[in-house]
């Protein structure tokens, strides 16, 4: 049996340890009006609320709720706007589904203090893996909860020019893992890692770090793979993201093959479904 699939993890949500058994979902939930995947736009309360519905009776484990667009080229909105609109979807989450762990999607220190303070938020992914606010890793620590560290050169509005690297893989593990031994001199316990497909990468850089994805699992960390309707498989197959889910599910299926431990999508039952049958193929984990 190959070493490189999913291990067991632990992680601590507001002081109760939990462990992990299986590869979990994060469904994802935009409260932006100009995400690159039109179908996951969600700018209304109706919207929020049939979405936020819609992740939690398809099986997520985990929602995670972002009002930034990060997509190439992507407004520049302000931290109050960003904030106003993270509250909105949260008041909502916490009314339809307040058992939900709730991880927020932001780059920013205060936006994050905010959202953890005033909603409890459980945990946050940051995007800029602490390029983006020389505040976050400290702010994380202080708030010990835990964080999604990300592999990303630039800014959302420049990332595809910084896409030249000597070796890919190389360089994106070192770069990750000097931010990791930062955060634990900070005493920053619970950390899970994301290589940020789509980000500052090519087409041809994404599958390359997919075809070595298990190389991550040497941090003895949980993976998160985000690859949900990427330009990574549209503009392969020759289709829109709105055509991708089927692509979506086959490197879902890979991913978690080859160690994963969080899917991070838009599509959450095909995602628990893949879950649930490579489990029952390699018994590699319980489907309870």
């Known amino acids: 049996m190959s070493e490189e699939h999913f291990h067991q993890f632990s992680i601590n949500i507001h002081g109760v340890l939990h462990t992990v058994s299986r590869p979990l979902v994060m469904g994802i939930l935009n ?25 939690i009776s398809e099986g997520a484990d985990i929602i995670d709720i972002g009002g930034y667009s990060t ?11 960003e904030f106003s609109r993270l509250s909105h979807g949260l008041e909502i989450i916490h009314k339809e589904a307040p058992k939900a762990i709730i991880s927020v999607d932001t780059f920013r220190a205060e936006v994050a203090r905010q959202c953890v303070e005033k909603y409890g938020v ?12 020389n505040g976050m890793f400290s702010t994380i620590a202080d708030l010990q909860v835990p964080y999604i560290l990300m592999h990303m050169r630039g800014t959302p509005q420049t990332m595809s020019k910084f896409c030249d690297y000597s070796d890919v893989t190389v360089d ?14 900070l005493g920053v316990c619970d950390i899970i890692l994301d290589p940020g497909f789509g980000f500052s990468k090519t087409v041809e850089q994404n599958y390359e770090l997919m075809r070595n994805l298990s190389e991550f699992l040497n941090f003895d960390l949980p993976v998160l793979v985000g690859i949900s309707r990427k330009s990574m498989i549209f503009k392969s197959l ?13 490197l879902n299926t890979y991913a978690l093959m080859h160690g994963a431990a969080i ?16 489990g029952l193929s390699t018994k590699w984990w319980s489907n309870k």
């Not at 409260?31 to 992740?55: H, L, N, Q």
């Not at 994106?172 to 001199?185: C, F, G, M, P, Q």
């Not at 289709?239 to 086959?250: D, P």
Request: proline share 3%.
């Open 263 to 278: 899917l991070r999508v838009h599509d959450v039952r095909q995602a628990v479904e893949a879950v649930k049958l490579v």
């Open 238 to 250: 020759g289709c829109t993201s709105a055509e991708s889910l089927n692509g979506t599910t086959v």
């Open 71 to 81: 997509r190439p080229g992507c407004e520049d909105i302000s931290p109050d706007e």
């Open 31 to 55: 409260v932006t009006p100009d995400s690159f995947y039109s179908g996951s736009r969600c700018a209304d309360s109706a919207s929020i609320t049939a979405r936020v519905k819609e992740i």
């Open 172 to 185: 994106v593990i070192t770069d990750l893992a000097k931010k990791v031994d930062t955060l634990k001199r």
């Open 122 to 133: 459980d945990i946050i992914n940051d995007i800029g893996g602490g390029t983006l606010d």
